[in-house]
């Protein structure tokens, strides 16, 4: 058994075809159905089913992929400790971030590092803190950006607190709330009631926080519009469809609402989280400066 043999496995798995998977590994079709044929006679076993339509793993395929792609990580980290011996960051860096982090410069940090280490193949996934954080605990991403309410903590991983956040509600220009004189820009939760919201779905990170402050202030309110995503809930803002709940620190980037601060705002913290075993090249991405908790934010986050 051989790693290109594994690295063929799972191109297929992932892209469901010979020709795009022997494209993907810069092989000709032939030499990849080859090897695959080679291993699964090793095996013992088919790992693919094949039709004129579509390949898809057999059952036996489906228990040796997490296999095949450990192997393969196990591999490629081997080269990079070598490398980090000799004093070379090397191999690869997998980042998730959810799409309103604030408390890092995260493009800059990113350029920053590839400069620094310009043999490290560096990605990118935005998503949801809950993801992000489960992708973190399986492998998936070395590193990630999370908001998450004051009242959670990351688990099963190692985390360090970036900033803490109160936010905003924000509104179209021509909504009432906008021009209210005796809000003034500020207001408190009660204010809000009776007003349509758009928000996260129930039980999402992004959600949980403004759940929690509605709560605890004795208010009820109407999400009417559940949304993935902070830009399609600023769309639906513009529109005067409802009120919008988004990070302080976030809200300027939309200087065509009106955002109204509350009194007894919502509150977040973001965390920089990581796995139990940073490679060379995660342990050289949490070392950047912009990353490292300043005196000011840990007082915050206590």
């Not at 799409?99 to 890092?104: F, K, S």
């Not at 908001?147 to 190692?158: C, E, H, M, R, Y």
Request: charged share 25%; aromatic share 4%.
């Amino acid at each position: 058994m051989e790693l290109q043999q594994l690295r063929y496995v799972v191109a297929v798995a992932e892209t469901s075809n010979f020709t795009r998977a022997a494209e993907r590994c810069r092989v000709v079709q032939s030499a990849l159905s080859h090897q695959i044929a080679a291993l699964e006679r090793e095996l013992g076993a088919r790992l693919f089913e094949r039709t004129s339509r579509r390949v898809r793993l057999t059952p036996a395929g489906e228990a040796f992929l997490p296999a095949a792609r450990e192997c393969l990580e196990a591999a490629d980290r081997a080269r990079a400790e070598v490398a980090a011996a000799s004093g070379e960051i090397r191999g690869r860096l997998a980042v998730g971030a959810i799409p309103t982090v604030t408390a890092v410069d995260l493009p800059a940090a990113l350029k920053e590092f590839r400069r620094r280490h310009p043999k490290v193949r560096v990605t990118l996934v935005s998503g949801s803190s809950d993801d992000l954080v489960e992708r973190v605990r399986r492998g998936e991403l070395d590193a990630a950006f999370l908001g998450l309410p004051t009242s959670a903590v990351p688990k099963a991983v190692q985390s360090r607190p970036l900033a803490r956040g109160e936010l905003v509600a924000v509104v179209a220009p021509d909504h009432p709330l906008a021009g209210d004189p005796l809000l003034d820009g500020e207001a408190e939760l009660r204010h809000l009631a009776g007003e349509p919201f758009v928000d996260f779905r129930a039980g999402h990170a992004g959600r949980v926080q403004s759940d929690e402050a509605f709560a605890a202030a004795g208010v009820r309110r109407d999400v009417a519009f559940e949304v993935s995503s902070a830009d399609f809930m600023v769309d639906l803002v513009r529109q005067g469809l409802g009120v919008g709940m988004l990070p302080a620190a976030y809200a300027p980037r939309f200087p065509d609402l009106r955002v109204i601060r509350l009194r007894d705002a919502p509150a977040r913290i973001e965390h920089l989280v990581w796995g139990r075993r940073p490679s060379p090249a995660a342990a050289a991405f949490l070392a950047l400066p912009g990353l490292t908790l300043t005196r000011r934010q840990r007082v915050q986050s206590g």
